[in-house]
């Protein structure tokens, strides 16, 4: 099992960056593909980043493709998410989740384990 826990969101302007991060606990935490999700007041739940287990293979869908990066560092049973140049759009609540998919998976039912979720707000 995983137990995650997310931080860094917060207020940013538009054009501005934020750095996520979700620190987990549990066993295995290397044996996880892990992605980021996020969802905005009214809409579903949409996957925003995925990262293979040994950080090797990464995918973004095109809406944050080139401005969100994410990584993991498995010696600190850590994944993080670099969100550059943030628009309006990107304001939702972001949920760090983990499962044994391969490869990256995109769905919501490819994870297991979610955070509880940090709240990003990008003003214009």
């Known amino acids: 099992q995983l137990q995650l826990v997310e931080s860094g969101g917060g207020l940013a302007q538009a054009g501005g960056s934020l750095r996520l991060s979700c620190a987990a606990s549990?066993?295995?935490?290397?044996?996880?593909?892990m992605g980021w999700f996020r969802q905005a007041p009214g809409k579903e739940r949409e996957f925003v980043a995925g990262?293979?287990?040994?950080?090797?293979?990464?995918y973004y869908p095109d809406s944050v493709k080139g401005r969100f990066t994410i990584s993991r560092d498995n010696a600190k049973n850590t994944v993080y998410l670099q969100m550059n140049r943030l628009q309006p759009e990107d304001t939702a609540v972001y949920y760090c989740?983990?499962?044994?998919?391969?490869?990256?998976?995109?769905?919501?039912?490819?994870?297991?384990?979610w955070g509880q979720g940090t709240q990003v707000t990008v003003s214009s």
């Open positions: 989740a983990g499962g044994i998919t391969r490869p990256i998976g995109v769905r919501i039912t490819d994870y297991d384990y």
């Open positions: 549990g066993r295995a935490f290397f044996a996880y593909t």
């Open positions: 990262i293979s287990w040994s950080g090797g293979s990464t």
